[in-house]
Nanobody, 124 residues
Framework: QVQLVESGGGLVQPGGSLTLSCETSGFTLDYYAIAWFRQAPGKEREAVSCLHNSDDSTYYLDSVRGRFTISRDKVKNTVYLQMNNLRPEDTGVYFC?????????????????WGQGTQVTVSS
């Protein structure tokens, strides 16, 4: 069955770095897009970044562009989110999700399977 499992979250000081992993199984990663979303308490889930595995195109939320990098390891079927220069406003639960590669990469409705999430807390 389709599964996405996130890991790598934690507590980090402002300016620090974390790398999140999304290990996928049960489907061929090359045919899908994988996106990272985050949700802070009391806020809606927002798209942070997306990788279209069909053509390696990438997309980023404006506030994370230049600080976050999405990538994948084809052998491990894993998608990563390298997060640098973290800010308190990056705090939230981070989810990875599988989608069909729509241009509406930012819409949660375009994704059919989700991981359980991993907590990222940026605080001094």
């Amino acid at each position: 069955q389709v599964q996405l499992v996130e890991s790598g979250g934690g507590l980090v000081q402002p300016g620090g770095s974390l790398t999140l992993s999304c290990e996928t199984s049960g489907f061929t990663l090359d045919y899908y897009a994988i996106a990272w979303f985050r949700q802070a308490p009391g806020k809606e889930r927002e798209a942070v970044s997306c990788l279209h595995n069909s053509d390696d195109s990438t997309y980023y939320l404006d506030s994370v562009r230049g600080r976050f990098t999405i990538s994948r390891d084809k052998v491990k079927n894993t998608v990563y989110l390298q997060m640098n220069n973290l800010r308190p406003e990056d705090t939230g639960v981070y989810f990875c999700a599988r989608g069909g590669g729509s241009y509406r990469w930012y819409s949660p409705r375009e994704y059919d399977y989700w991981g359980q999430g991993t907590q990222v807390t940026v605080s001094s």
